[in-house]
C-alpha cells in the first residue's frame, strides 16, 4: 500500500525520474516502472542475488528498469526527482538529499515511521537539521 501510494502521489507531481532504495524482490520497482515507465526508474540493492533474481523477474513481464548492485549510504547514480526508500535506516543519508532535483521528494522510513520531504524549489538543502528539525 506504501508503495502504490507513493507512486500515485509521484503521478501527480510530474515525476520525471526515480530512484528505489532497497529494492527487495522487486515489486515496488514493478510498481514504478509500470506506471511511469521503465527507463525512469533505477533500483538500488546492497546485495548482488536479489539484484539478480527482481532483474529476471522484471524482465519476464517485460520490464527493463535500471536494477544496480550498490549501498544506498554512497552517492546515488543520478539525479532523481523522487526517492522512495523501503529500506529502514535510523536517518537519512545526505547523499539521497543531494541526489534529488529542486523539487524533488523523499520517501522513506525514519525509525519505524513514515516520512515524505521535499526539496525547495530553487534550493538547496545544505543543512537538513537546521532547516526542518531532521536528524540526517
Known sequence: MHRRSAATRS???GTRSSSQSGKGSGYGTALLASRFGAGR????DVDDYPVEVAQRRLQSI??????LVGSALE????RFD?????VGMPRNPRTWLEALNPGGRLVTTIAGTSVVMRQPAGKRLVNASANHG???
Open 75 to 78: 552517492s546515488l547514480p543520478g
Open 11 to 13: 503521478e501527480r507531481h
Open 62 to 67: 517485460g520490464l527493463s528498469p535500471r536494477v
Open 82 to 86: 523522487r526517492i522512495v526508500a523501503t
Open 41 to 44: 526508474i533505477t533500483s538500488i
Open 134 to 136: 531532521a536528524c540526517w
